[in-house]
């Protein structure tokens, strides 16, 4: 069974930084990309990027402030962000992709994680 955990998430001051985490279980990032995205109240879901079987990325919502990394022995994946903007806040989930390559294709997901910017 596949599962996945997000943490890490929490109230930050704008300009501030948080660093999220997924945890994933029931299969091995070896094999499969991985995925964070958010949804903010009254929006559509949206990506905010992709790290594949490799370790390569793809599809930053904002390169310049996020990083998608990952730790292959502990099957996890981190989500950093950097010089947080009130518009950053949104609910985060972390998702297993359907293929080793990224794709819009995904068929777990973690339960999300609130991230609030707030002054």
């Known amino acids: 069974q596949f599962q996945l955990v997000e943490s890490g998430g929490g109230s930050v001051q704008p300009g501030g930084s948080l660093r999220l985490s997924c945890a994933a279980s029931?299969?091995?990032?070896?094999?499969?990309?991985i995925g964070w995205f958010r949804q903010a109240p009254g929006k559509e879901r949206e990506g905010v990027f992709c790290?594949?079987?490799?370790?390569?990325t793809a599809w930053p919502l904002d390169s310049e402030r996020f990083t998608i990394s990952r730790d292959t022995a502990q099957n996890m994946v981190y989500l950093q962000m950097n010089n947080l903007r009130p518009e950053d806040t949104a609910v985060y989930y972390c998702?297993?992709?359907?293929?080793?390559?990224?794709?819009?294709?995904?068929?777990?997901w973690g339960q999300g994680i609130q991230v609030t910017v707030s002054s």
């Open positions: 998702a297993k992709g359907e293929f080793s390559a990224c794709s819009s294709r995904y068929d777990a």
């Open positions: 029931g299969f091995t990032l070896d094999d499969y990309a």
């Open positions: 790290i594949n079987n490799r370790g390569f």
